[in-house]
């Protein structure tokens, strides 16, 4: 969603070997994981967190990195990272259209991630 964020990591629905009509509403295999909320670190340009539905304790496989400063998510979700590099990649990363950032055609894909403390 340009001006906000891209959203990724849906293990049962967003493989982009096939239909994608549904990404974004799956989950994994995994159990959910419980509400622990970053309640001193801000969602701000590059930052990582974890996806949920309207139910606090319903992370599970899906991240989503800021493009913009996201405020009003501060106390309410998850921050497990932010992009230390690359964030000339951030910014070129396909937008999609509409209220819920659908991307028409390929999406783009991650080829690599590196963890690094």
Do not use: C
Not at 64 to 87: C, D, H, K, R, S
């Amino acid at each position: 969603i340009d001006g906000f964020m891209a959203q990724t990591g849906d293990v049962q629905y967003g493989r982009a070997d096939g239909d994608v009509s549904r990404a974004g509403t799956g989950a994994s295999d995994m159990p959910n994981l419980p509400a622990e909320f970053s309640e001193d670190l801000a969602f701000e340009r590059g930052v990582v967190g974890m996806a949920r539905s309207q139910s606090p304790d319903s992370a599970n496989s899906q991240f989503f990195i800021m493009f913009e400063p996201g405020y009003f998510l501060n106390g309410q979700y998850t921050i497990v990272g932010e992009m230390t590099e690359g964030l000339d990649t951030l910014d070129a990363i396909k937008r999609g259209e509409g209220a819920n950032g659908a991307v028409i055609g390929d999406p783009d894909v991650m080829q690599a991630v590196r963890v690094t403390e």
